[in-house]
């Protein structure tokens, strides 16, 4: 499971190596990052804005994941319960925005920078849960460690935008009334998925306070 303790030697190459394959690992296994990302793409007017997008939550998501590892959050109980709520939010508001006319969206790429960057923040802080469970701050080649989890994150990210971008694109061009139905088929499914999660997290804060 992703939550176990992760045994690794002194070796710098060893413990890098070891979360590397944790960070592809929990990005591709989370499936409410999956989404997210998925509905990222889905929204992208062209491959400019996609960039703008993914470099903005990836920005996000490697800050709060230091912090959050690091201990510069706050230690109360509903803090986690909280930060996956709005975790199951981002897929619904990415799932919404994906659905968006591409000409309500132009110009407005460089803004979706800042929004993907802000919620890539929510996201980096649940990166960092999973990591202060299978890493302690006192392992060996710490840094190390917490760099190649980051660097796995990326590369599980970036699977996932190379298997949905060709497919997104090939059915765009193929045909825009099935590429509007699909996507807002897919769109839909994502959010209604994400508000389960949202009213399941709810119950999960409100039980801490």
């Given at each position: 499971m992703l939550g176990d303790p992760v045994t690794i030697s002194r070796s710098a190459f060893s413990a890098v190596l070891t979360f590397l394959k944790e960070g592809i690992r929990h990005i591709v296994e989370g499936a409410d990052h999956v989404?997210?990302?998925l509905c990222l793409v889905l929204g992208a007017v062209q491959l400019k804005s996609?960039?703008?997008?993914?470099?903005?939550?990836?920005?996000?998501?490697s800050i709060t994941l230091t912090a959050g590892f690091s201990g510069f959050v706050p230690s109360v109980p509903w803090f986690?319960?909280?930060?996956?709520?709005?975790i199951a939010l981002s897929i619904i508001y990415a799932g919404a925005i994906s659905i968006v006319p591409a000409r309500e969206l132009a110009?407005?790429?460089?803004?979706?920078?800042?929004?993907?960057g802000t919620i890539g923040f929510l996201h980096g802080l649940g990166f960092s849960?999973?990591?202060?469970?299978?890493?302690q701050i006192t392992s060996p080649d710490i840094w190390q460690s917490?760099?190649?989890f980051n660097v796995g994150v990326e590369i599980g990210q970036l699977a996932i935008i190379l298997?949905?971008?060709?497919?997104?694109s090939s059915i765009e061009r193929s045909s825009n009334s099935a590429w509007r139905i699909g996507r807002t088929g897919i769109a839909t499914v994502c959010m209604a998925v994400a508000g389960v999660w949202?009213?399941?997290r709810v119950l999960s804060v409100i039980a801490t306070l």
């Open positions: 989404l997210f990302v996609l960039v703008w997008r993914i470099t903005g939550f990836t920005i996000g998501h986690i319960p909280t930060v996956e709520t709005g110009g407005r790429e460089r803004n979706m920078f800042i929004v993907t849960f999973v990591l202060q469970k299978i890493l917490l760099l190649a298997a949905a971008w060709p497919v997104f949202t009213a399941q």
